[in-house]
């Protein structure tokens, strides 16, 4: 492996600065400064076979790539990416939602590569700083590759839900994973007045901290986030039970089956909290035949492309599905139209009011993997 050249990457790191902050912006400096490169030895990329391939230092356009505006896949399990640094403009507009003040203490939920926690190091210094990572080898890689850049903040190895309450109180908390709902623990932990900022389903949450209530909105731009993983002895199986649908009562619908989960991405991922999809296609002709919707608490649904639908489990997916059409139409909703409010008891997603349209969020903290 060749090394990065150091002249090189100084002048890449400092025109993407220029290039994703506007003048005067606080973070400027630091993304001028800090390494992304060093954080990111190795990056993979998928050719036009779709395999992976590694993308090393000292590879042709490897600089170029790294201090791009682009999310970069950093760790494969069974050749499904597990882990990736973020596109920079979107952690420069979460890093700017924080809202940080000098000398506050701030916890980042998902270590990662480090290369963010070494921005908020940077910003903060090192000691105002915890970060956690359920992944012992990614928070080994990121603690050493921090102390190398000259950031010493306290690394942690354990399950973000949980937070680091050794460390607590905190003023600010930043996750760099996709959670389905807030940890009651990060609020066990937040300091009255304290922010945190979070991705819930596909948009980023702003929420201020008093007591064991918090509340706020979502922000107006989109943004895709791997979700959390919890610690290994905590990891359970959420296979979808299709099978169970072939005793239930078929019923008909009038949502159109194609593109609904594109057409009403945003809400739904609130609307229906953690849920995933999959789809059959026929092969005879590569037409879409069904899609299928399952939630971490059991509930299952299949929509077949001629109207039909079955479902199973505690919650009627298809039905949430067709209140979100049924309010939103095709038009996608504005993201920051919708609010979060979080008590110790239950936590609800709005439109528009907290007394209008809402969707109780699963608790993150019970929710099988």
């Not at 973070?27 to 030895?41: D, G, M, Q, S, Y």
């Not at 991705?199 to 107006?220: C, D, K, M, N, Y």
């Not at 296609?281 to 299949?302: C, F, H, N």
Request: glycine share 10%.
């Amino acid at each position: 492996m060749t090394a990065a050249d150091p002249a090189t990457a100084r002048r890449l790191r400092q025109a993407m600065a220029e290039t994703i902050t506007e003048s005067g912006d606080p973070w400027r400096l630091a993304f001028a400064e800090v390494p992304r490169h060093l954080f990111v030895p190795t990056f993979w990329k998928q050719n036009d076979k779709r395999t992976w391939e590694p993308i090393n230092a000292g590879a042709p356009g490897y600089l170029e790539e790294i201090y791009s505006d682009q999310a970069l896949t950093t760790q494969l399990d069974g050749g499904e990416p597990t882990s990736s640094t973020s596109q920079p403009s979107v952690m420069l507009t979460m890093l700017n939602t924080l809202d940080i003040h000098d000398g506050q203490r701030v916890l980042e939920i998902g270590t990662g590569t480090g290369y963010n926690a070494a921005l908020l190091c940077h910003r903060l210094g090192d000691r105002h700083l915890a970060t956690i990572d359920v992944d012992p080898e990614l928070t080994g890689l990121a603690e050493a590759r921090l102390n190398q850049s000259g950031y010493r903040p306290a690394v942690y190895t354990g399950d973000g839900a949980a937070g680091v309450p050794q460390r607590a109180s905190f003023d600010r908390i930043i996750a760099t994973c996709r959670l389905s709902s807030v940890p009651r623990a990060w609020l066990e932990q937040a300091a009255d007045g304290a922010v945190i900022v979070v991705p819930i389903g596909w948009g980023l949450a702003r929420l201020t901290v008093h007591g064991q209530h918090a509340e706020g909105s979502f922000q107006a731009g989109g943004v895709q986030f791997m979700p959390r993983r919890p610690a290994p002895a905590a990891a359970g199986t959420a296979d979808p039970m299709f099978g169970e649908l072939s005793t239930a009562t078929p019923s008909n619908t009038e949502l159109p089956v194609a593109n609904v989960l594109d057409r009403l991405g945003f809400p739904l991922s609130l609307a229906l909290g953690g849920y995933s999809s999959c789809t059959w296609t026929s092969d005879a002709t590569g037409e879409l035949e069904a899609i299928g919707i399952w939630t971490p608490d059991g509930s299952v649904a299949r929509a077949e492309s001629d109207g039909t639908v079955r479902q199973a489990g505690p919650r009627q997916l298809w039905r949430t599905a067709e209140e979100v059409h049924a309010l939103f139409g095709d038009a996608p909703p504005n993201r920051d139209d919708f609010g979060l409010t979080v008590t110790a008891d239950s936590q609800c997603v709005w439109f528009k009011t907290p007394d209008g349209p809402h969707w109780r969020l699963p608790d993150e903290n019970s929710l099988p993997t």
